[in-house]
């Protein structure tokens, strides 16, 4: 189960020779948020209000598929610890 869950937007896309570079920022006002606070946006950055994210894909298949603008959920779950050898 994720501990936590940001919300990021793709800010860049280099396209290289078999690879791909996102560049992803978390979400933030890009426009006024209604008032009554109901933008999905406006929650997630209260609180998480700045992050940075870069990843290279080598994938072929995943190139293209992520546009500048585009938004996604990423979920951060715990990877289980090893238990200790006896």
């Not at 189960?1 to 800010?11: C, E, S, T």
């Not at 870069?54 to 585009?70: C, Y």
């Amino acid at each position: 189960m994720p501990i936590m869950r940001a919300k990021l937007q793709v800010r860049e896309v280099t396209k290289g020779a078999g690879y791909e570079q996102l560049k992803m920022n978390a979400v933030a006002k890009s426009t006024a948020y209604p008032k009554d606070g109901t933008d999905e946006d406006n929650t997630f950055a209260r609180w998480s209000p700045q992050a940075d994210f870069s990843i290279t894909i080598n994938n072929p298949a995943l190139h293209g598929k992520f546009n500048v603008g585009d938004k996604f959920y990423v979920d951060f779950t715990a990877v289980p610890k090893p238990e200790a050898a006896t």
